[in-house]
């Protein structure tokens, strides 16, 4: 991990009130785990209660880069806490692969084993898409929408039944063989 963060709170009591706020800045140039890379990401996130914790609507994390198997670049995570400790977020229009993907606002649980996020994709090319896989011998044009859901399972990030299907338009795939038959 490397990085940045700095703090502020404040707190005031007197004739049986409680008030406290604080707020968070954090950089992030670079944070690795087994399954994630986070790299260069920013946030100033406040509260507006840190007993119990919670933010007003629309704190944002700023994202360079995130790879969760997939290369994500230049987006947002929008969330809020509220009182009792729930969380909220949406991911804001991630850049894939020429296009992007985001999110309906969803709710986090306290655990995350089995939790599902459905990313919904937008403009995917499919020939950055290839490009970026190294399927081999694959051309391809066209664009792709559709929806890929992301689940946290035993300690792992799976991408299972997804689906995305050509805009309108079409493309197309093309395999090209090396091999040439002499006769």
Do not use: C, M
């Amino acid at each position: 991990a490397d990085g940045h963060v700095e703090t502020r709170a404040s707190v005031r009591w007197g004739g049986g009130e409680f008030e406290s706020n604080g707020e968070i800045l954090a950089e992030i140039t670079a944070l690795k785990s087994d399954e994630i890379l986070l790299e260069n990401a920013a946030a100033v996130i406040a509260f507006d209660s840190l007993l119990p914790l919670s933010t007003p609507p629309g704190q944002e994390i700023h994202i360079g880069k995130l790879d969760i198997g997939i290369p994500l670049t230049a987006g947002r995570i929008e969330f809020q806490i509220n009182r009792e400790g729930h969380i909220t977020a949406a991911l804001r229009e991630l850049d894939l692969f020429d296009g992007n993907i985001d999110t309906e606002v969803f709710d986090i649980p306290a655990r995350l084993d089995g939790f599902t996020i459905p990313l919904q994709v937008n403009g995917v090319r499919l020939d950055s898409l290839l490009a970026a896989t190294k399927v081999g011998e694959l051309t391809a044009t066209g664009i792709l929408n559709g929806q890929i859901p992301v689940k946290f399972e035993n300690g792992g990030i799976f991408l299972r039944n997804g689906v995305l299907e050509s805009a309108p338009g079409g493309g197309t795939i093309q395999y090209l063989s090396l091999i040439h038959i002499s006769e």
